[in-house]
């Protein structure tokens, strides 16, 4: 239908969203309806009244195509690219990283599904395609689109802030589509604007019959029409357009024949039209829906075996037909006309026209994933050079990080591949790909290939993948067991893949298999490792027992930081023991954790993965909570809850990642206990989560005024130290002292905290020892004690516990009737709980330096000190003179981010621009 009729409203709503686009305001916009509602018309009037003031860029998912790797993101992208100049210009910087979704060989990710290094890239292409002008993205049957590409649009549509971006969407209802799940990480977004375009009404209905027609219909006629489509005009445009072709008046004598044709309009009124035009028109009509929209002419002439000269006159009959558009590429009209020409087609003719096409493709030299595009809707048939096209495509959608692609394209090629040729390699390359989207599925198939390889290290490296994938379905006895038997297995000189399946058989342990004794055995690795990964990931993993056990933290932290020198450790295992080693530096409250972060991060915004990019914000954001930069932790820990729920499993990893999130909003002040107790949830998790699960339930509990409760959580989080190493044995005393304090049973809170006091002080790091003195010198009413934590914590990174520190010294001496004294240390606290982001010990500082008789303001005291380290992380940056997106490349943050943290900035330091920071800043001594 070439009209708009009765979509006043929603073009209107539409103009309302492409203008606050245009204004830099982002927009997600999704279009909704059933088939044939007019979304698409929607969504080209929109593109035709941006054309001149946005960039306008459009991509189409197409059923046939669910498995094309980011085959929705290249519609949209890859004609941006095609000028070598302009390519390099747009993948520069952080963008580059996207590369590898272009085909560029040199650039690519560490075998992670979906990558997050893929999509941080695409990112930033977008963005810097959205520098030169505004940018609307349309992209319609979002149901069809391919995984990979909804991943980067759900990753997307999270960061289009003050972004000058339209993100523009198509859905059907009612259509499962390729991943129910992501499409309701979109849609449900809560930035998302849903546009529900309604059927016509009667009066609608009339006014397109007539202007078809080419006469008013009467009641009766305008009745059983609208019945009929129910007011789609979709469905009544292909009635229509029948009614036209047999002559028919619209008046009461053919009501019968509206009734007739009745709601099946499309599949019949197509296949009627189709039937009328010549051979030829009806070859090429199908040709296409085998290929898909957007096929190539030779390629539809060759299927169609029609000459290429005679191809215009088939696809201009056909495009006055109604079934194709009448513009290049070739394209249906609409979904449902190809639908209806493609199941005309019997099974068996659509499959031998997709295996005749795969041949085509590949003659012509097409794209592997083109052809094993095609293969994957044919039968198999144990050609090789199937097989081989198909393990092509597979290893290029992994190294453009398209996880479900290539465990499509590997399981086709494991189909097609003879069960009596040498299969350990394809298997171990299916099995490694399907850990990111099926881990029983990779068990099974990384079970075989540990069975079928011969070779000593890939044996190693399936059965390593093998026990991870076990580990996270739950069956850590069988993880363990397997490591055990290829350790077992490996010949003498392979002495460090032995000692990297050990360091796995002691880390699932952690996840409760096996015996927690047996961790004693890593006593013996508590020396400098060797220089393979093997060494260090036992050093990473004795470093982390000594911790949970009986080392001091000067010597765990300097086993952690030689097991990660030189990043083998990080290269060889980025998603699992290389955090045991990083966790301990947190512990140990080592300065030297944030240049360790800094590289891990880096490389994982380059070539990491979803599930390891994950993982690192879930502890990157329990080492800013730990030192307190506690806006920072809330953003890490958002940003993995939500890569998680992109990835869709690691359910223990969720846990601890909301466990981390409860205790960092509850510092804040954000959110009261109540709710973090319900979101925290009353069951243990379990596996590796219980010990950090347990001790924040133990502080919210307190909180809450449930003492008696927490008193219970905090006696099963001393069974659970006692039964496995944890490092909780440095600090559940005092919590569950905390809790007895608000039960009046001060004299066993005393002699509880006592004892942890004894061990705190052999461990020796900042964060416990300091936190155990604050609590027992706030018990005993002892200066001195507070006195002492003060001093242990204050040149050390905990600044938040340094702050809880000060604030406990100035509440004892206020009580003590010792208010003048009282107020620096109050003051001071103000300052530090301020500048950490913790509003709830701030509120409760304040309230004490009213009681001393002091007025303090509301904020803390202006300047530098009462920046949080992120934002005087990008005010040196805009200091120095880099722009907004060079300070967010740099730091791997969204610009908007740069911009609150600026605007924060600016007030604390009582400045107006970024042209005043060098003076500000060089005013400090």
């Known amino acids: 239908m070439d009209g708009l009729f009765e979509r006043g409203r929603e073009l209107d709503e539409l103009d309302v969203h492409f203008a606050r686009a245009t204004a830099g305001d982002g927009r997600l916009v999704v279009v909704e309806g059933p088939a044939g509602i007019g979304k698409s018309r929607l969504l080209t009037e929109i593109r035709r009244r941006a054309e001149g003031s946005m960039r306008v860029l459009s991509a ?426 290829a350790a077992a297995e490996l010949p003498d000189e392979s002495d460090d893949l032995r000692m990297g399946l050990e360091a796995f058989e002691f880390m699932t342990i952690n996840f409760r298999a096996g015996d927690p004794r047996h961790l004693s055995r890593l006593r013996e690795y508590r020396h400098l490792p060797g220089g393979g990964p093997g060494s260090r990931m036992l050093a990473a993993m004795a470093a982390w027992e000594a911790v949970c056990t009986d080392g001091n933290a000067a010597e765990c932290a300097a086993l952690a930081l030689a097991a990660l020198a030189g990043d083998h450790l990080r290269a060889a295992d980025p998603a699992l023991i290389v955090f045991a080693a990083i966790v301990t530096l947190v512990v140990t409250d080592r300065p030297e954790v944030v240049e360790v972060w800094q590289p891990v991060i880096a490389d994982t915004h380059r070539r990491g993965s979803l599930l390891s990019a994950a993982s690192i914000h879930i502890w990157h954001g329990f080492s800013n909570l730990r030192r307190g930069d506690l806006a920072a932790a809330e953003e890490s820990l958002r940003t993995a809850e939500s890569e998680f729920g992109l990835w869709g499993h690691a359910d223990s990893s969720v846990a601890i990642c909301r466990t981390f999130l409860a205790e960092t909003l509850h510092e804040r002040g954000r959110s009261d206990v109540s709710g973090l107790l319900v979101r925290l949830g009353t069951i243990d998790p379990g596996e590796n989560t219980t010990g950090w699960w347990l001790g924040t339930r133990v502080v919210l509990l307190t909180a809450a005024g449930r003492a008696g409760e927490a008193v219970a959580t905090a006696d099963e989080l001393a069974a659970h130290c006692a039964a496995i190493p944890d490092p909780a044995r440095l600090w559940w005393r005092s919590l569950k002292a905390e809790a007895l304090d608000r039960l009046d049973r001060r004299a066993e809170a005393i002699e509880l905290t006592r004892q942890e006091l004894e061990v705190t002080r052999e461990f020796g790091a900042p964060w416990s020892l300091g936190r155990t003195l604050r609590v027992l010198g706030t018990l005993e009413r002892d200066e001195d004690r507070l006195r002492e934590a003060v001093s242990v914590l204050e040149g050390s990174t905990a600044r938040l516990e340094y702050a809880k520190a000060l604030a406990a010294l100035g509440a004892t001496l206020r009580r003590a009737r010792k208010p003048t004294e009282a107020r620096e240390p109050l003051r001071r606290a103000l300052e530090v709980a301020s500048a950490c982001g913790a509003e709830r010990l701030a509120e409760h500082v304040r309230s004490e330096l009213h009681a001393c008789g002091a007025r303090p303001r509301r904020d803390a005291l202006s300047g530098v000190q009462s920046l949080t380290p992120g934002e005087r992380r990008v005010v040196d940056l805009a200091a120095a003179g880099r722009t907004n997106r060079d300070i967010a490349q740099e730091l791997y943050v969204t610009p908007g981010t740069v911009e609150v943290h600026l605007s924060n900035a600016y007030r604390k330091l009582g400045i107006r621009s970024r042209s005043e920071l060098e003076r500000v800043l060089a005013a400090i001594p």
């Not at 009745?262 to 035009?277: I, K």
């Not at 006055?320 to 590429?329: G, K, N, V, Y």
């Open 60 to 485: 189409r998912g197409s059923g046939l195509e669910g498995e094309f790797a980011f085959g929705v993101v290249r519609q949209l992208l890859e004609a941006q690219l095609t000028k070598p100049e302009r390519r390099e210009a747009l993948l520069a910087g952080a963008a580059a990283s996207a590369a590898a979704v272009f085909g560029e060989p040199d650039s690519g990710a560490d075998g992670g599904g979906a990558t997050f290094a893929s999509l941080h890239g695409l990112y930033w292409l977008v963005l810097n395609l959205a520098e030169d002008a505004p940018l609307l993205l349309a992209v319609d049957d979002l149901h069809w689109c391919d995984r990979p590409s909804l991943l980067f649009l759900a990753y997307l549509a999270r960061r289009l802030e003050s972004q000058p971006i339209l993100l523009l969407m198509g859905l059907r209802d009612a259509e499962p589509g390729t991943d129910p799940a992501l499409l309701g990480e979109i849609t449900h977004d809560p930035a998302a604007i849903s546009v529900r375009p309604r059927p016509l009404s009667g009066a609608g209905v009339a006014e397109f019959i007539e202007e078809r027609l080419g006469m008013a219909p009467d009641g009766e006629f305008l009745a059983a029409c609208h019945e009929s489509t129910g007011g789609n005009p979709l469905l009544l445009s292909q009635l229509v357009t029948a009614l036209r072709s047999e002559g028919v008046r619209p008046d009461a004598g053919h009501v019968g024949r509206v009734k007739a044709i009745g709601p099946q309009a499309v599949s019949r009124t197509v296949l009627l039209r189709l039937a009328r035009l010549p051979a030829e028109a009806r070859a090429v009509a199908q040709a296409v829906a085998v290929l898909g929209d957007g096929a190539g002419i030779p390629t539809v002439a060759k299927l169609a075996g029609v000459a290429e000269g005679r191809l215009a006159a088939a696809t201009r009959g056909l495009a006055h037909a109604d079934i194709l558009r009448p513009e290049l590429p070739l394209s249906f009209v609409h979904p449902l006309v190809r639908d209806a020409i493609y199941h005309e087609l019997s099974p068996g003719e659509r499959e031998l026209q997709h295996a005749r096409a795969a041949a085509l493709l590949r003659d012509s030299g097409a794209p592997a994933e083109q052809v094993a595009a095609q293969l994957l809707h044919t039968s198999p048939r144990g050609e090789r050079w199937a097989a081989e096209l198909l393990r092509e495509a597979g290893r290029d959608a992994m190294h453009a990080g398209a996880v479900d692609s290539a465990v499509a394209y590997l399981r086709r090629a494991l189909d097609d591949t003879p069960a009596d040729t040498d299969r350990g390699r394809l298997l171990l390359e299916l099995g490694a790909a399907e850990v990111f989207t099926s881990g029983r599925a990779a068990a099974k198939h990384l079970a075989l290939a540990y069975e079928e390889l011969a070779e000593p290290a890939s044996r190693a490296a399936a059965a390593g993948l093998l026990g991870r994938a076990l580990l996270f379905l739950g069956s850590g006895e069988e993880a363990a067991s397997i490591a055990r038997r």
